[in-house]
């Protein structure tokens, strides 16, 4: 038995990069051109792959190093006729040359080759931007059937698996958490009822683990005072019939949000082609609306929120949420929203954690308003104050505008806005 050396290779930009994984440990049996780690620079991240067979003996680098061309990745363990193929081959195709700067220029362009190969004969080809891709949504890029040339697997293929996934109730998740095998049952503790999950919930779950493993959630909680806006709110009266108008304080919450959303554009974006540094900003304004419903928890989309008026807003929430819960709406009208709103005002409890409707980069949770002694001008007094806790993409927002962004959601729920929101 030898031991053999696997540094990096001339792969071209790649000089002084970062590595990002480290996909084999010691111990582990490896064949060639399986991926051993993946490095990653500004414009993008490749796998480096084994050149021979082997067990890895010792592995000398740690995600987060940086490396270079002819750094050390780690040494294998070779049998004899391994070893012996490895010489033979090398030998024969030195023959084809004399110098042995060629040679050495033969075996870099292979080692190059080597990173656009199936890692093996069973595995689906793919670029290492794609299977990260893939990791990253936790499929097994294996999977799927590739529709590029010679069925090669492009991100669009990602997609449209989970998208099928998704639309087979039959399937299972394809996120989820490793279950943890017990050698009891319930039933061995007590009487218990087996039941199916609401179609909805299960539905709801590939997208909530999506986000929740896919997006770095931050949560900033504030409180608003809204007691001129509700002392307005309240006073509202129809003009014809002189009934006082039910319009919920959720309508006005979605057009302070739409005033907001105009000064802070980057909470109105989507990461669709993180890997290259691109988001998408959008011009429109559509606003998600949480809603309760015995089938499970659905967003509608309350769309172009900021050519509506509040009691116009306030109509269409009803409409909507009745057509949720009665399973009349359409399934488009679950997609393309900007922010959301999931509020509990309805039941109670003041902050919670709220999880980000993916491909969405904040949401907005909403509590139960109290009113609470407030110290102003020097003496205490009797204030509504609204709980608000905002949930943020850490990857597009950072801790200060999202600060910002929840002050000035503050000042459209306050005193200083709340009757011009109402026009």
């Not at 943890?180 to 319930?186: D, G, P, Q």
């Not at 006073?235 to 949000?257: H, N, W």
């Not at 739409?258 to 559509?286: A, M, Q, R, W």
């Amino acid at each position: 038995m030898s031991d053999n050396e696997i540094k990096v290779p001339n792969i071209g930009e790649f000089k002084d990069v970062e590595v990002i994984e480290v996909l084999v440990s010691n111990g582990q049996s490896v064949s060639k051109n399986d991926p051993l780690i993946t490095i990653e620079s500004d414009k993008s991240s490749v796998e480096i792959p084994a050149s021979f067979d082997g067990k890895v003996k010792s592995v000398k680098i740690k995600v987060g190093d940086r490396v270079s061309e002819g750094d050390l990745i780690l040494t294998v363990e070779q049998s004899g006729e391994e070893e012996k193929s490895i010489k033979q081959k090398t030998i024969k195709e030195a023959e084809l040359v004399s110098n042995q700067d060629q040679v050495e220029e033969i075996v870099k362009i292979k080692q190059t080759q080597n990173l656009i190969k199936k890692d093996n004969l069973e595995a689906s080809s793919a670029s290492p931007k794609v299977r990260k891709f893939a990791r990253e949504l936790g499929v097994n890029i294996n999977e799927i059937v590739g529709s590029e040339r010679q069925g090669r697997v492009v991100e669009d293929d990602v997609k449209n698996f989970i998208s099928s996934k998704i639309n087979k109730t039959s399937d299972k998740t394809e996120v989820q958490s490793k279950k943890i095998v017990s050698e009891f049952s319930h039933s061995d503790f007590g009487e218990v009822e087996v039941k199916d999950m609401p179609r909805v919930k299960r539905l709801a779950s590939t997208y909530l683990v999506n986000s929740w493993t896919t997006i770095p959630h931050v949560t900033n909680h504030d409180e608003a005072d809204i007691t001129e806006m509700e002392d307005f709110r309240t006073s509202l009266t129809d003009m014809y019939t002189g009934e006082r108008k039910k319009i919920t304080p959720l309508a006005f919450i979605v057009k302070a949000l739409v005033v907001s959303l105009k000064k802070f554009p980057s909470f109105n974006s989507s990461i669709d082609d993180i890997e290259n540094g691109k988001i998408t900003v959008k011009k429109y304004f559509h606003i998600g609306i949480a809603v309760d419903t015995p089938h499970g928890l659905m967003v509608p989309k309350i769309r172009n929120a900021d050519n509506k008026s509040i009691s116009y807003i306030g109509n269409e929430l009803k409409t909507v949420s009745d057509q949720c819960r009665n399973l009349k709406i359409d399934k488009k009208e679950f997609f393309g929203g900007s922010m959301t709103i999931t509020s509990l005002g309805g039941i109670g409890g003041s902050f919670f954690t709220p999880i980000i409707n993916y491909p969405e980069v904040a949401i907005l949770g909403v509590g139960k308003a109290q009113k609470k002694q407030i110290f102003i001008n020097g003496k205490f007094e009797t204030r509504t104050m609204l709980p608000l806790s905002l949930s943020y993409d850490h990857r597009i927002i950072d801790g200060a505008e999202a600060a910002r962004f929840n002050n000035d959601l503050k000042e459209n729920l306050g005193k200083n806005f709340a009757y011009k929101l109402a026009i």
